[in-house]
């Protein structure tokens, strides 16, 4: 199997100089989208391949199945993986701890079960997002509580215990039961230290470094925030002209004719709101920048959370009415779905742009066929049916409808793959062009 964990990790790596290589400003525009392109699909490829070995080398396999050889490999496997929160994949750490720790239950190793209620909680530990102001609770506290409770339990036999190593893990998961830093705080010192920076900034500043974190980390997810908030822009703008009685109510403005003059605030509103709808992934970029695999169920949930974390992210930096399209973009219109759920519905002077921007985020994440969904991307007409069959239920009817007119439908679909094309140019080659002093990359918008 150590031919198959090489591997995998040797993948990890790559995936990761991928995702972090531009292309060369003076190229051709079609020889750069072949590039970015070429890019998305070996990405997409190797994740094929560390699914297929995961699903070799780890998932099919049953603590029933597992030899002592295995034992000692799947353990370096699992510390090659973590080392100590800084590695290159928690989140399969933890699962390969969660299946030593079945086997030693039921081969009954006492000891071996001890140390791996340790290294099961403390890996899942890991697994979490990195909040702000503790904030957004650990969605795994009361698993990892359970892990280092029973783990502490052994306290009671620690004197029969003979092993160095397994008596130092009860003292630890001791430690942590009574800190229950796992609540909220972040273990790794470099996200104590960035924690710190965030709170010191000034809520532009703060703003504008959340982005650059994206820009810098996940660069298809910044230019899928550009593409919203130049969708969203056009599709308020439409609705502006075409029926701003559904705009009224809107930032409280009283009357259709508000709303005529108020055109500007309304789509400036959208665009900003378009731009950060995805901006507490910044804060789990550790699962979308890994993108090496599919996601584990835990580390799903945590992705999920990016509208809660988003939304605490700029309440706090003072853009309440940006953190209300944050926190809402993924609900459903008849609250019937979506996440996060439970959650307060949206107030109605911001409701009608929380639901231009989540078509806008439809729209591009569906049909993105250069970098961010290169398998899977959907045709526009394809893409249009969806949102048809989901209007009013998952999607506003009136946003939908504006689509109905055929040359604005016309106009949307070959405009979306040349705005596209054209981000995607620019985001890449800045990234080799135009990094600031600070080694970030400056933003776009302030250039619209
Ligand atoms: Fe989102
Ligand atoms: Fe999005």
Same mark, same amino acid.
């Given at each position: 199997?150590?031919?198959?964990?090489?591997?995998?990790?040797?993948?990890?790596?790559?995936?990761?100089?991928?995702?972090?290589?531009?292309?060369?400003?003076?190229?051709?525009?079609?020889?750069?989208?072949?590039?970015?392109?070429?890019?998305?699909?070996?990405?997409?490829?190797?994740?094929?391949?560390?699914?297929?070995?995961?699903?070799?080398?780890?998932?099919?396999?049953?603590?029933?199945?597992?030899?002592?050889?295995?034992?000692?490999?799947?353990?370096?496997?699992?510390?090659?993986?973590?080392?100590?929160?800084?590695?290159?994949?928690?989140?399969?750490?933890?699962?390969?701890?969660?299946?030593?720790?079945?086997?030693?239950?039921?081969?009954?190793?006492?000891?071996?079960?001890?140390?791996?209620?340790?290294?099961?909680?403390?890996?899942?530990?890991?697994?979490?997002?990195?909040?702000?102001?503790?904030?957004?609770?650990?969605?795994?506290?009361?698993?990892?509580?359970?892990?280092?409770?029973?783990?502490?339990?052994?306290?009671?036999?620690?004197?029969?215990?003979?092993?160095?190593?397994?008596?130092?893990?009860?003292?630890?998961?001791?430690?942590?039961?009574?800190?229950?830093?796992?609540?909220?705080?972040?273990?790794?010192?470099?996200?104590?230290?960035?924690?710190?920076?965030?709170?010191?900034?000034?809520?532009?500043?703060?703003?504008?470094?959340?982005?650059?974190?994206?820009?810098?980390?996940?660069?298809?997810?910044?230019?899928?925030?550009?593409?919203?908030?130049?969708?969203?822009?056009?599709?308020?703008?439409?609705? #502006?002209?075409?029926?701003?009685?559904?705009?009224?109510?809107?930032?409280?403005?009283?009357?259709?004719?508000?709303?005529?003059?108020?055109?500007?605030?309304?789509?400036?509103?959208?665009?900003?709101?378009?731009?950060?709808?995805?901006?507490?992934?910044?804060?789990?970029?550790?699962?979308?920048?890994?993108?090496?695999?599919?996601?584990?169920?835990?580390?799903?949930?945590?992705?999920?959370?990016?509208?809660?974390?988003?939304?605490?992210?700029?309440?706090?930096?003072?853009?309440?009415?940006?953190?209300?399209?944050?926190?809402?973009?993924?609900?459903?219109?008849?609250?019937?779905?979506?996440?996060?759920?439970?959650?307060?519905?949206?107030?109605?002077?911001?409701?009608?742009?929380?639901?231009? #921007?989540?078509?806008?985020?439809?729209?591009?994440?569906?049909?993105?066929?250069?970098?961010?969904?290169?398998?899977?991307?959907?045709?526009?007409?394809?893409?249009?049916?969806?949102?048809?069959?989901?209007?009013?239920?998952?999607?506003?009817?009136?946003?939908?409808?504006?689509?109905?007119?055929?040359?604005?439908?016309?106009?949307?679909?070959?405009?979306?793959?040349?705005?596209?094309?054209?981000?995607?140019?620019?985001?890449?080659?800045?990234?080799?062009?135009?990094?600031?002093?600070?080694?970030?990359?400056?933003?776009?918008?302030?250039?619209?």
């Amino acid at each position: 199997m150590r031919i198959y964990y090489e591997k995998y990790i040797d993948n990890l790596d790559q995936i990761q100089q991928l995702m972090q290589s531009g292309v060369s400003a003076t190229m051709p525009k079609e020889a750069m989208i072949m590039e970015i392109r070429d890019n998305a699909r070996r990405r997409h490829e190797i994740c094929l391949e560390n699914d297929n070995l995961l699903e070799r080398a780890l998932f099919q396999r049953t603590p029933g199945s597992l030899r002592e050889q295995d034992i000692v490999e799947l353990t370096e496997f699992a510390d090659r993986l973590f080392l100590m929160g800084d590695g290159p994949d928690t989140g399969i750490a933890h699962y390969i701890h969660r299946l030593l720790l079945e086997y030693a239950r039921q081969t009954r190793n006492r000891d071996l079960y001890i140390r791996e209620l340790y290294h099961a909680g403390f890996t899942l530990l890991h697994v979490k997002p990195i909040v702000l102001h503790g904030k957004v609770r650990n969605p795994f506290h009361d698993q990892i509580a359970a892990y280092f409770e029973e783990g502490a339990s052994y306290l009671e036999q620690y004197d029969g215990i003979e092993s160095e190593e397994t008596r130092a893990c009860i003292l630890r998961c001791c430690e942590k039961r009574d800190e229950k830093e796992y609540l909220y705080i972040f273990p790794r010192e470099s996200d104590r230290q960035r924690e710190k920076a965030d709170i010191s900034r000034e809520r532009e500043a703060l703003r504008e470094h959340l982005l650059d974190v994206i820009a810098e980390y996940h660069p298809p997810t910044y230019v899928h925030s550009l593409m919203v908030a130049w969708l969203g822009e056009k599709l308020c703008k439409r609705m #502006v002209h075409v029926s701003p009685e559904k705009l009224v109510g809107t930032e409280d403005l009283p009357d259709a004719d508000a709303v005529l003059k108020a055109e500007d605030m309304l789509c400036r509103s959208v665009y900003e709101g378009g731009l950060c709808h995805d901006i507490g992934k910044s804060r789990v970029l550790n699962y979308i920048g890994l993108y090496g695999r599919q996601l584990l169920d835990e580390e799903f949930a945590c992705v999920k959370l990016h509208t809660v974390l988003g939304s605490a992210l700029l309440k706090d930096a003072g853009y309440k009415r940006l953190a209300r399209i944050a926190l809402h973009h993924h609900q459903w219109v008849d609250q019937k779905g979506g996440y996060p759920y439970p959650c307060d519905t949206c107030p109605e002077d911001i409701r009608m742009l929380v639901e231009i #921007v989540a078509v806008a985020d439809s729209i591009d994440a569906a049909t993105d066929n250069i970098g961010r969904s290169y398998a899977s991307a959907k045709h526009f007409d394809e893409l249009v049916e969806e949102l048809r069959a989901g209007a009013g239920s998952r999607y506003s009817a009136d946003v939908v409808h504006l689509l109905d007119d055929e040359d604005f439908y016309k106009e949307m679909e070959r405009e979306l793959v040349s705005r596209r094309q054209k981000t995607y140019c620019d985001v890449y080659s800045r990234r080799s062009q135009e990094e600031r002093s600070d080694g970030t990359v400056s933003h776009l918008y302030r250039e619209k």
